[in-house]
């Protein structure tokens, strides 16, 4: 058996699919006690330590847990806010600079392998380089200064024409400044790359669409696996199981069969199955929005009533506004969107509904996770 340590571990999406393969995981840590709970919910064996991976107190108490015993693999999603193609992509959010942590942590443990998971949109991030001289460090903060701007000013939901004005210009002054990019920009994906590279890891990344494993939605994680380059290690990615037009492998699961038989049962808290009051306003929206159409024709993900017949598109908690059922008046209820996800029905969610659609929009779909699990079980066995 294995000894993992799991990081940033959410409700324990990534963290399921080793679970099901046999590997004993040690310890996980999860910054909001909320979600922690529903980890330790779920895997009652398993140390969960509650806090923020940054502070000293925390990286100890996991070192702790590895004192007398081998961490053999690590995980962890460092949380892709700033990532997002659906968020700002501020290049210097703190909460993009966390995967340093985890670096530090593989480099601390030096376990045998390692999986990173991480949003679509990292491939086309770029972050400052380390080690600027200062004429590239000025060319770093002028770009920031209008990046930063450009970021405030596209927060604003009702823009002046002087907005829009100076949107036109910001966007100008960083198309020009983007011919010397590459002097004070890396993308993050290769900067990843190179911090793992410098601590003896090599490391491959594989962009992936959970409806290729039977994930019922159009899920795409890029998962990086990196292995110590003194052991005889294969990095193996997991093999497809399904795809969309069914040839050779079975089709794509849809949401209705992933949710059919959910439609017409009783709320039911303890299994999630929790039911949204609409406003009769809300209602009437609701009953005029046909599938592949969202409520808000401005905000496409929230409240999207999806197509029947296809996997979902990414399950995400949008601040409660999540998707429409194909066939009912109301949106989905938390364990239906856990079935998207692939979690199974004995996995119990613990916390508010608000807390519930977050760890559910955060986590790793579960069919995913064990198939990565597979596949990195299938590395250390042929070592």
Request: glycine share 6%; hydrophobic share 30%; proline share 4%.
């Amino acid at each position: 058996m294995y000894n993992v340590l799991e990081l940033f571990g959410g409700c324990g999406g990534l963290g399921y699919g080793f679970h099901k393969k046999g590997f004993n995981i040690i310890c996980c840590n999860e910054l909001e006690k909320q979600i922690g709970e529903s980890y330790k919910e779920n895997f009652p064996d398993t140390n969960v330590i509650i806090g923020d991976i940054t502070e000293e107190k925390i990286k100890t108490e996991i070192h702790k847990c590895f004192s007398e015993i081998n961490c053999d693999v690590i995980l962890g999603g460092p949380p892709c806010v700033a990532y997002s193609m659906s968020g700002l992509r501020n290049s210097r959010d703190p909460r993009g600079q966390l995967f340093n942590d985890y670096v530090d942590m593989v480099n601390t443990l030096k376990p045998k392998m390692f999986v990173m998971e991480n949003v679509k949109g990292i491939l086309n991030m770029h972050h400052d380089k380390e080690n600027l001289n200062e004429e590239e460090k000025n060319l770093a903060d002028n770009y920031y200064i209008l990046e930063k701007e450009k970021i405030e000013i596209d927060k604003i939901k009702n823009k002046t024409d002087q907005d829009k004005t100076r949107l036109v210009y910001l966007r100008k002054e960083m198309k020009k400044m983007s011919r010397n990019f590459d002097k004070f920009r890396i993308p993050v994906y290769q900067k990843i790359i190179d911090k793992f590279n410098e601590i003896g890891y090599t490391v491959e990344k594989k962009l992936h669409n959970s409806a290729n494993f039977g994930v019922p939605q159009k899920r795409e994680r890029v998962i990086f696996i990196g292995k110590k380059n003194n052991l005889n290690l294969q990095i193996i990615f997991p093999t497809e199981t399904h795809n969309e037009i069914g040839d050779i492998l079975p089709k794509w699961i849809s949401v209705r069969e992933a949710i059919d038989d959910l439609k017409d049962i009783d709320e039911d808290e303890n299994i999630s199955q929790i039911y949204t009051k609409h406003t009769n306003k809300f209602l009437e929206k609701i009953e005029n929005t046909e599938i592949g159409k969202s409520v808000n024709k401005k905000y496409t993900e929230a409240f999207y009533r999806c197509y029947p017949d296809r996997p979902s598109p990414t399950v995400k908690e949008n601040h409660g506004g999540v998707f429409i059922h194909y066939e009912k008046n109301r949106v989905m209820t938390p364990r239906e969107l856990a079935r998207l996800q692939s979690f199974p029905d004995d996995f119990i969610f613990k916390g508010s509904k608000s807390s519930i659609l977050k760890q559910l929009g955060n986590a790793v779909p579960c069919g995913l996770s064990e198939a990565i699990a597979g596949s990195v079980l299938k590395s250390l066995s042929d070592m």
